[in-house]
């Protein structure tokens, strides 16, 4: 045998020894194999032949149980497209190393360390009763179910799979996590600062799915870099259904929120965080308790379209100790190239085992995304705060040209058992300008119960700084059934828009221990507002006033229309106003109905329409009628319009028809009535008739003046029909 014929058959022995050394194909683990009789075996020979062609599948045979090696396997091989590495479970049980390295804090069941194209499926992963040792600096259990590390900082672990596991970790371990995986520090120093270095080094592509986690304080860790340019991205948690919490008092884990959090996102982009169930009752003993947070503590690129998933999660939390926020949903530190959507969660709960003071969070978007839409979302909420309720707080800068969408959301239940605070459905504070457009649509708000001094607002919306702030919408939107306290209710607050439009909205079925306000709206930043077609019915206050609508805009040049609003059932110890006009350039005020107004009250007033300031008040072709006050005893308690501040009041094809009686000492009525104030009075072609019955020295009158001088009387008045 030649030279050459040697060589070449060394060479063909040296590629037989290297092919056939790469797993592929499947593995079979069981006791019984000589090769694989453990996972450890088999993972230890994937780290050290790789992977071949068409990738490799290790498969623990049914009714092996194993025990992980100290500090858990550690898979380093990766994989490829064409060459994924499947490890799966079969449902068996993996039983964490007893006991782990003392004050270690980096221990797992699995890690993956660099290591792409990874699925770790359908095991039973759980944490060994014999390690029971939870002080951090003696600790012997474990941390984590799977962690996912960098192996260089220019390495992490792509495109890997959680998929269908059951994590069992320490229970009241402040350290246990369910899964991890951190861009911002190496596999054995995790409290030690030390980011990638380029995108390769990030946990791109991670999908967690399907996975149940118990006995854990933190679900589902995930911190990327907080380089904008390197921070993970595109990542799925789905389905899972985790059950966590216990304290913020974990050990310095690097850019690891301070608080408890069933899935937590930090710096990672294009998220979708979707179908997961979310538990924590009775078991948080101190800091902050959240299901769902996703932000950033770096700066996130500009330079990607960056759009976020948070749908049909289901999340109920209730705190064990007291004095600490809880929020379903909390979301932060976004710019214009994000878009959000939290759409179909139910969030329940959200209260403690003892009485506090916390403010409470529903959904909660603090960050400036420029695209924001929640959808369908339901809420039963019973809190025990005497702090203040967001249900949805959307109180961030919009960024220019963006759009929230609040539709289709749902309150089933708020109550609200300690006293103090406010509630708010909605709840926004900021300065978004006239280039962003919000939309409030089909919103339901039903069965709330507060007490004592807690104020209560359905919709709270005073986002703007200048008469060039966001556009407002608010349509077909549902407040009903709400049972108050002693403090101030509003169905609708909405102030500081480019233009405002309330309408198809419907305000029902309150009580309240003090004022009411169906719709405030108004402010100095609003030039345009148009309230119509709305229905305010069956409100009613036992001490207080009550305003179907109250229009209070003040800007400059500022229109207000409203019309073909139905307002009845006002029922107030105090006065009750059907329409109150108090500020405004320009306002018209037109075909609304107005009847079945109410005062229970010994000096109560009644008033249909009460202009109480504005420039040019136009008020025409409304209809009021069914003015009570049975109780009343005062000089002028009934007034179907009444002209008492401003400066010009057109008042135009009006029907107003009181026919009221009291028993009080004195008793008066007036279908219109004039002050003093008012610079301007034109009257034209209005019927009103006064059959109400006076008493003492009380007038039913049609038209009343507070002024016999006819100077504000404009002589183009003409065509009425007064009838008392």
Known sequence: MNVKQILSISIMLLWATFAFGQLQGVITVTSGDPLYPTLSAAIDSLNHQGVGDGGVTIMVAPGNPQTAPAGGYAITASGDPSKPIMIQGNG??????????????????????????????????????????????????????????????????????????????????????????????????MTTAAD??????????????????????????????????YMARNIVVTGNN???????????????SGTVNGILANNVLNVTINNNKLTSDNTVT??????IYHYASGTIPTNIKMTN???????FLKR??????????HLDNYNDSVTNYVIADTIRGLGSAATNSSAIYGIYHQGTAKNQYFKKNIFQINTNTSGSVYVLHGGNKIKSNGIQVIDSNRVDLIDKTVAGGTVYFYYSVSSSDSTVKKYFTNNIIDNVTLTGSTTFYGFYDTDGSSLNSAKKYYSNNVIKNITGGTSSLYGMYVTYGKYIAINNNIVENINNGAGIYGIYMGGSYTPQIDVYKNKIQSL????????????NASATGAIVNIYNDTITGLNSAGSSYGIQISNGVTTNVYNNLLYDLNSSGTSGTVYGIYANGGTTNNIYNNFISELYAPSSSGSNQIIGISLSYGTTQNVYYNTIYLDGASSGTNFGTSGIYASTSPTTIVLKNNIVVNNSTPAGTGFTVALRRASTSLTQYDNSSNNNLFYA
């Open 92 to 189: 068996n049980t993996v039983t964490a190393f007893s006991p782990q390295a003392s004050g270690a804090l980096n221990d797992a069941i699995f890690k993956i360390i660099g290591a792409d194209w990874i699925t770790i499926s359908g095991f039973m992963m759980m944490e060994n009763p014999a390690n029971n040792v939870m002080a951090a600096t003696t600790n012997n259990m474990t941390e984590f179910g799977v962690a996912l590390f960098y192996a260089t900082p220019d390495d992490g672990p792509q495109n890997c799979s959680i998929i269908g596991n059951t994590i069992t970790l320490g229970g009241t371990y402040q350290n246990a996590f369910g899964i991890y995986a951190n861009s911002r520090h190496t596999a054995t120093a």
């Open 242 to 256: 985790i059950t966590y919490g216990f304290t913020s008092s974990f050990s310095g884990y690097n850019s690891v």
């Open 320 to 329: 064990k100790a007291a004095s600490a926020s809880i929020y379903g949903i």
């Open 309 to 315: 998933y948070f749908n049909n999660n289901n999340i």
């Open 286 to 291: 101190a800091g902050t308790l959240r299901g």
């Open 540 to 551: 009613t206050t036992t001490s207080g006033t009550i305003n179907g609508i109250y229009s």
């Open 196 to 229: 990638i270095t380029s995108l390769d080094g990030a946990f791109n592509n991670l999908q967690i799915l399907n996975n149940t986690i118990s006995n854990v304080n933190m679900g589902v860790v995930l911190v990327g870099s907080t380089t904008g340019n």
